[in-house]
């Protein structure tokens, strides 16, 4: 049975940091590209950074510079290192799988950015 589960998650400043985690079994971990999406109240679910199996990155144009994706492939575990946030990061954080045609989805995370 593949699971993600997502870890990290909480209330942070304006301006303050978080680390998310994310947890796989059931996978080939090293395998899969990574992903984390954000999904904030009233919009639609937005690609956060991505990083493959090779270990290379990607990242929205929101968090480029903010935000960091990384992953330990003895963990099986991917993280999401933010700086700087914003009020406009609160959403719900979700992990993605991805080895195609393999995709799989963590419950998500809540991150709320508020003073």
């Known amino acids: 049975q593949v699971q993600l589960v997502e870890s990290g998650g909480g209330l942070v400043q304006p301006g303050g940091s978080l680390r998310l985690s994310c947890a796989a079994s059931?996978?080939?971990?090293?395998?899969?590209?990574m992903s984390w999406y954000r999904q904030a109240p009233g919009k639609q679910r937005e690609l956060v950074a991505i990083?493959?199996?090779?270990?290379?990155?990607n990242y929205a144009d929101s968090v480029k510079g903010r935000f960091t994706i990384s992953r330990d492939n003895a963990k099986n575990t991917v993280y999401l290192q933010g700086t700087s946030l914003k009020p406009e990061d609160t959403a719900v954080y979700y992990c993605?799988?991805?080895?195609?045609?393999?995709?799989?989805w963590g419950q998500g995370t809540q991150v709320t950015v508020s003073s």
């Open positions: 059931g996978i080939i971990f090293r395998l899969y590209a």
């Open positions: 993605n799988a991805v080895w195609r045609p393999r995709d799989y």
């Open positions: 990083i493959t199996s090779g270990g290379s990155t």
